[in-house]
C-alpha cells in the first residue's frame, strides 16, 4: 500500500474521527489544530475508539497499533500541508474563517493535491475561489461520528474537476465509505433534509408538545430512526447546528428560521455532548 498523507485541519468532534478514520485505511495522517488542548482531546478519543474497535472486533490490536503509528498532531498547518496528497477541513462552519484555511493550502499544499472540506452547508464553489486551483477543490461531507457511520456525500462544485472527483472516490473506497454524488447548494442533501427535522423538534419542545424523549422517542419507534432528532442535536453541537441553520435561513427562507430556543441553549453554553448539557444531560 502506497503511504499517501492525509491533512486533516480542525480536531474537534468531526476531525478527530475523520483522521481516525484516514489513518485506519493506511494513509500517513497529520490532525491539525490551533488549539493543543483540541489536539490532546482528538488523540485521547481517538485511542478510545480504537480500543473499542479492537475490543469489538472492528479492527485488529496489530491494525490499531500501526494505525496509531501513522497519525501524527500538528499546530503549523502551512508546514504539515507541504507533502500532502489529500487535504481535508474541519474547521468550524465559518465562512471567512474556512477561506483562509484554503488561502494556506493554496499557498503549502503541492500542486496535486486534493483539497476536501466537511462542511455542512457552506459553499464549496465559494471556498474554491479562495484558492488558484478550484478545479482540486471538494466537498467530502462525513457523518458523526465517522468510524461509525460510514456515508460519505461527495459535493461537487461549480468547477471540481472530473480528476478530482475520481480521487475522491477512490480514497472514500479505500476508507470503507458508502459515497453519495451531489451538486453543491445549502445544504446538500443530508443537511437539509436534517436540519428540516431537527428546527421542527425544537420548535415543537419549545411549544410544549412533548417532552424531548418523547419527541425523540416519536421518531425512533415510529419512523425507525436509530436515533431522535433532538438527540442527534446534542451529538452534532448546538453552536454547529445553529451556524448551519442561520445560513440555510439565509440561502433557502423561513423554514429554516433557527428557534428561540436553540439561540438561548447556545448563548447559555449548552451545547450537546460536547459541553456536557444539551436537550440532555451527558
Ligand atoms: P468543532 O467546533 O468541534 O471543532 C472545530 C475545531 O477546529 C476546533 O478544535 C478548533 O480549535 C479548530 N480550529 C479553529 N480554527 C482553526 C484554524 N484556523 N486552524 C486549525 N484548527 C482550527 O466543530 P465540528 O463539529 O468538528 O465541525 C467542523 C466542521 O464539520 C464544520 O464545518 C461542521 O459544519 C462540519 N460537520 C460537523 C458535524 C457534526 O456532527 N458536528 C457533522 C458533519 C460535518
Known amino acids: 500500500m502506497t503511504e499517501e498523507k492525509v491533512v486533516v485541519v ?3 468532534v468531526m476531525g ?7 489513518a485506519v485505511a493506511g494513509y500517513r495522517t497529520t490532525l491539525v489544530d490551533v488549539d493543543q488542548a483540541a489536539l490532546d482531546r482528538g488523540e485521547l478519543a481517538i485511542r478510545a475508539s480504537m480500543a473499542k474497535g479492537v475490543e469489538r472486533q472492528k479492527l485488529s490490536a496489530e491494525q490499531a497499533e500501526a494505525a496509531l503509528d ?8 502551512a508546514a504539515v500541508a507541504q507533502d500532502a496528497d489529500f487535504v481535508i477541513e474541519a474547521v468550524p462552519e465559518d465562512m471567512a474563517l474556512k477561506r483562509r484555511i484554503f488561502a494556506v493550502l493554496d499557498d503549502a499544499a503541492p500542486a496535486g493535491a486534493v483539497l476536501g472540506t466537511n ?4 459553499s464549496i464553489t465559494e471556498m474554491a475561489a479562495a484558492t488558484s486551483r478550484p478545479g482540486q477543490v471538494i466537498g467530502m461531507h462525513f457523518f458523526n461520528p465517522p468510524p461509525i457511520v460510514t456515508l460519505l456525500e461527495i459535493v461537487r462544485a461549480v468547477r471540481t474537476s472530473d480528476e478530482t472527483l475520481a480521487r475522491t472516490r477512490a480514497m472514500a473506497e479505500r476508507m470503507g465509505r458508502e459515497v453519495i454524488v451531489v451538486g453543491d447548494s445549502p445544504g446538500f442533501a443530508t443537511s437539509r433534509l436534517g436540519l428540516c427535522l431537527g428546527l421542527e423538534a425544537i420548535r415543537m419542545l419549545e411549544q410544549g408538545v412533548g417532552s424531548a424523549e418523547d419527541i425523540d422517542r416519536a421518531m425512533e419507534l415510529g419512523y425507525r430512526h436509530p436515533m431522535g432528532p433532538l438527540r442527534l442535536t446534542d451529538l452534532v453541537g448546538l453552536d454547529t447546528r445553529l451556524k448551519i441553520a442561520e445560513h440555510l435561513h439565509r440561502e433557502l427562507g423561513e423554514q429554516f428560521r433557527p428557534p428561540v430556543l436553540l439561540r438561548q441553549m447556545v448563548r447559555a453554553g449548552h451545547l450537546g455532548k460536547k459541553s456536557g448539557r444539551g436537550f440532555y444531560e451527558w
Open 10 to 12: 480542525g480536531a474537534g
Open 119 to 122: 462542511t455542512s452547508s457552506l
Open 16 to 22: 478527530h474521527g475523520i483522521a481516525q478514520v484516514a
Open 70 to 77: 501513522r497519525l501524527s498532531t500538528a499546530r503549523d498547518l
